[in-house]
C-alpha cells in the first residue's frame, strides 16, 4: 500500500525559509509515481498545485505565482522508496496553507499540475508564515 510521510512544516516570520519533505514507500511496479507533486490550500481557498517534479527524469514545474521562491527535487527512485523535498525561501504570509504531498502514476496525459494526475495525498503538514 502506498504511503506518503510528509514533514517539514512549521511556523516562520516572513522572509524565511522552511524545507518540506514527503517520502513515499510501499509502491509496487504498478503503482510507483511517475511524478510527485506539493499542493496547498489556504483556509476559505481552493487547493492549487505549487510545483511538481517528474521522478524519472527530474524535470520540474511550479506555479507561476511562486516566482521562483520554491525549489522542488527528488532523489532518484529505489525499488522501495522515494524522497521528494521542496526549499521555500521568501516566504510571504499570503503561503500560509496545509501543503500536501502527492504521488501519481497516470495511464493517459494529464498535466503534472493537475490533481487529476494524482492519486495518493498525503496528511498534509502547515506551513503558517507570520508578519
Known amino acids: 500500500q502506498v504511503q506518503l510521510l510528509e514533514s517539514g512544516g512549521g511556523s516562520v516570520q516572513a522572509g524565511g525559509s522552511l524545507n518540506l519533505s514527503c517520502v513515499c514507500s510501499?509502491?509496487?511496479?504498478?503503482?510507483?509515481?511517475?511524478?510527485m507533486a506539493w499542493f496547498r490550500q489556504a483556509p476559505g481557498k481552493e487547493r492549487e498545485a505549487v510545483a511538481a517534479i517528474l521522478t524519472a527524469s527530474g524535470s520540474t514545474h511550479y506555479a507561476d505565482s511562486l516566482k521562483g521562491r520554491f525549489t522542488i527535487r527528488r532523489e532518484k527512485p529505489t525499488k522501495t522508496h522515494v524522497l521528494m523535498q521542496m526549499t521555500m525561501t521568501s516566504l510571504e504570509p499570503e503561503d500560509t496553507a496545509m501543503y500536501y504531498c502527492?504521488?501519481?502514476?497516470?495511464?493517459?496525459?494529464?498535466?503534472?499540475?493537475?490533481?487529476?494526475?494524482?492519486?495518493?495525498w498525503g496528511q498534509g503538514t502547515q506551513v503558517t508564515v507570520s508578519s
Open positions: 510501499g509502491y509496487t511496479s504498478s503503482t510507483s509515481p511517475s511524478r
Open positions: 502527492a504521488t501519481g502514476r497516470p495511464r493517459t496525459v494529464v498535466p503534472p499540475m493537475e490533481a487529476g494526475a494524482y492519486t495518493y
